[in-house]
Nanobody, 124 residues
Framework: QVQLVESGGGLVQAGGSLRLSCAAS????????KGWFRQVPGKEREFVAA????????YYADSVEGRFTISRDNAKDTVYLQMDSLKPEDTAVYYC?????????????????WGRGTQVTVSS
């Protein structure tokens, strides 16, 4: 099974930046489309960003577009989320996900594999 491991979360002040990474381990499949989602206690998991298997085609939630950038390095089986101009409302556990399709998706139900998440906390 494909395993996804997020890293790079932490505590930052509003206006600061973080770069999240999601590395695949075990069985890998370079043609997976990948996405980032986030979740806070008591709320549904929220779409953040997605990228197609080769890169270059991306989707973003309206709340993060212009501030976050998703990218991938298939040679390293890794997807990244660069987060700039962070706001307190960005505070959440961030999850990466992968699906065995080449196109990106905004819908969590379409993803086949999920990481365990990494905490991002933005102070005011």
């Amino acid at each position: 099974q494909v395993q996804l491991v997020e890293s790079g979360g932490g505590l930052v002040q509003a206006g600061g930046s973080l770069r999240l990474s999601c590395a695949a381990s075990g069985r890998t499949f370079s043609r997976y489309a990948k996405g980032w989602f986030r979740q806070v206690p008591g709320k549904e998991r929220e779409f953040v960003a997605a990228i197609n298997w080769i890169g270059g085609i991306t989707y973003y939630a309206d709340s993060v577009e212009g501030r976050f950038t998703i990218s991938r390095d298939n040679a390293k089986d890794t997807v990244y989320l660069q987060m700039d101009s962070l706001k307190p409302e960005d505070t959440a556990v961030y999850y990466c996900a992968a699906e065995q399709r080449t196109g990106p998706s905004r819908t969590p139900g379409r993803y086949d594999y999920w990481g365990r998440g990494t905490q991002v906390t933005v102070s005011s």
